[in-house]
């Protein structure tokens, strides 16, 4: 089985910083690409970033500027580093990964229970 545990999220206030982290776990035989997504109250989730492999990023326009995604691929973890914080940053942030078990052929996605970011004064 394979486990994507998030960490870092709380409260901070507007033009504050925070950094997430995500560490897969598992029967790991390959991680792939790596990235956030996040969901506000009553709104679908969306695409925040992601990274390959190769260690390539990638930004919505929103964050763009103001977040930087990295990856350990040693720790098989992905970190995000907010800066600049919005209350529209305000939301639940899922880790995703595209991940290859020991044994399987193809990667699956998997996802983290959340960690919830709050930006409010």
């Known amino acids: 089985q394979v486990q994507l545990v998030e960490s870092g999220g709380g409260l901070v206030q507007p033009g504050g910083s925070l950094r997430l982290s995500c560490a897969a776990s598992?029967?790991?035989?390959?991680?792939?690409?790596m990235g956030w997504y996040r969901q506000a109250p009553g709104k679908q989730r969306e695409w925040v970033a992601h990274?390959?492999?190769?260690?390539?990023?990638d930004y919505a326009g929103s964050v763009k500027g103001r977040f930087t995604i990295s990856r350990d691929n040693a720790k098989n973890t992905v970190y995000l580093q907010m800066s600049s914080l919005k209350p529209e940053d305000t939301a639940v942030y899922y880790c995703?990964?595209?991940?290859?078990?020991?044994?399987?052929?193809?990667?699956?996605?998997?996802w983290g229970q959340g960690t919830q970011v709050t930006v409010s004064s």
């Open positions: 990274v390959s492999s190769g260690g390539s990023p």
């Open positions: 598992g029967s790991i035989a390959n991680t792939n690409r």
């Open positions: 995703n990964a595209a991940i290859r078990r020991v044994g399987d052929v193809y990667a699956n996605d998997y």
